[in-house]
Nanobody, 119 residues
């Protein structure tokens, strides 16, 4: 079993930056792929970014050039650096992990952290 705990969500003005963190504990060796999802009110949950054990990363088109996903495999800790934030980025952000090399990790989930971007 793996537990994921997110932190870093906050209220920020448009154009500002935030860094989200996700700390994994438990069966750490099971964490192969990790990612960040987000869900806005009335919207479906979407995958924002993912990263595998080797550091290969993918981003949703709206996040490219603004967000950076990274991980510390020793802890492990997952990060999402968010720059040039826009009101449309407002959502609950969820950390997720997978036991396999998945581009859509969904074996383990955190409780979420709220990101609110004001105009």
């Amino acid at each position: 079993q793996v537990q994921l705990v997110e932190s870093g969500g906050d209220l920020v003005q448009a154009g500002g930056s935030l860094r989200l963190s996700c700390v994994a504990s438990g069966n750490i060796l099971s964490v192969i792929s990790m990612g960040w999802y987000r869900q806005a009110p009335g919207k479906q949950r979407e995958l924002v970014a993912n990263i595998d054990w080797y550091g290969n990363a993918n981003y949703v088109e709206s996040a490219k050039g603004r967000f950076t996903i990274s991980r510390d495999n020793a802890e492990p800790i997952l990060y999402l650096q968010m720059n040039s934030l826009k009101p449309e980025d407002t959502a609950v952000y969820y950390c997720a992990a997978s036991q396999s090399l998945s581009t859509a990790p969904n074996d383990y989930w955190g409780q979420g952290t709220q990101v609110t971007v004001s105009s």
